[in-house]
């Protein structure tokens, strides 16, 4: 194929990714993912002397994901590429710049989900109590793991709250999340109580005659903004003093422990999709496997029938 043709198809992968930005709000390190996939694709087609992308056949796309296998990439990203693929050729479809779809039938390369690490309720209640509510500090960082296990944040838009984020008579936070998109989270009673503390009797403490706090919800000690590694190193420290291994530890597995624990609540899966501000329900959906999973170990140690008894054949 000619200059001509692959120009006009990297002309159309450029379209899908200004397209994807704008309508579904996709994060930069995925828009970047997805050009570099779809970079390698629009490669595969040239070669193959495809000019169009009304020219995309199954067997193009099919043949393309096991070129990846053979370059030795994991099931993972052949699973990403494929996606990326899947989605730019049904955006053409449904401009008319593509014919019938050629993904049709072509199935995901399988591979193992890797399960979230989570804590148990107690753990992170013992991790909420592990910060002293008697100093600033400890107001600020019960405040932040309170907001962070109870709404579901991201460390990004934990720190990156501003204080008009905060509706106290309502008990919401409107967070921006990835991409820019914009969503309400509740926030439980002890959430809301430790983050109204902190700004009463903490926050003020805090701020320096010319410092950077400026609309920021939590502050440092030089009264500037928090930073996740900050809030990092604080959230290690609180391990050790709640006797949880620190590795076990970080931002995430509290967001995860939100999730996990809500579902084992009884609550809505796609209500936990808003809350988390998934894009996809089936990246929420992986807690419902974290949930299985924990309830499996739950009959293991507790029922009588759980686990053979030790020495028994």
């Avoid at 200004?18 to 993912?33: I, Y």
């Avoid at 005659?209 to 000690?221: C, D, K, M, N, Y």
């Avoid at 624990?261 to 796609?270: I, K, M, T, V, Y």
């Amino acid at each position: 194929m000619g200059a001509e043709g692959g120009g006009r198809l990297a002309v159309a992968v450029e379209g899908f990714l200004a397209a994807a930005a704008v309508e579904r709000g996709l994060a930069p390190r995925t828009l970047e993912a997805y050009a570099r996939d779809l970079g390698r694709f629009v490669s595969h087609l040239e070669r193959r002397g495809v000019a169009s992308l009304a020219d995309v056949r199954r067997e193009h796309v099919t043949g393309f994901v096991a070129s990846l296998e053979r370059q030795g990439l994991s099931a993972r990203s052949r699973a990403r590429a494929l996606v990326a693929v899947r989605r730019w050729l049904r955006h053409a479809g449904a401009a008319g710049a593509a014919g019938e779809d050629p993904c049709g039938g072509v199935v995901l390369p399988r591979f193992d989900r890797r399960l979230p690490r989570v804590l148990r309720p107690d753990e992170s209640a013992a991790l909420i109590d592990a910060a002293d509510p008697r100093t600033p500090l400890g107001l600020r960082d019960r405040a932040m793991l309170e907001v962070l296990y109870g709404s579901g944040l991201r460390v990004s838009e934990l720190v990156g709250l501003p204080l008009s984020a905060v509706d106290a008579r309502a008990g919401l936070l409107r967070v921006r999340g990835k991409g820019g998109r914009e969503r309400l989270v509740p926030l439980g009673a002890p959430g809301l109580a430790a983050l109204l503390a902190w700004l009463s009797d903490g926050r003020p403490q805090l701020v320096r005659p010319g410092s950077r706090a400026g609309e920021a919800v939590f502050l440092s000690t030089r009264g500037a903004p928090m930073t996740r590694q900050n809030f990092f190193v604080r959230l290690r420290e609180l391990a050790r003093r709640a006797e949880i291994d620190p590795a076990r530890v970080s931002p995430h597995v509290l967001r995860h422990a939100f999730a996990t624990d809500l579902l084992e609540g009884g609550a809505d899966l796609r209500a936990v999709q808003a809350m988390l501000g998934h894009a996809d329900l089936s990246t929420t959906q992986i807690y419902t496997h974290v949930s299985g999973a924990r309830l499996r170990e739950t009959v293991e140690r507790r029922h009588p029938r759980g686990r053979p008894a030790s020495g028994s054949r």
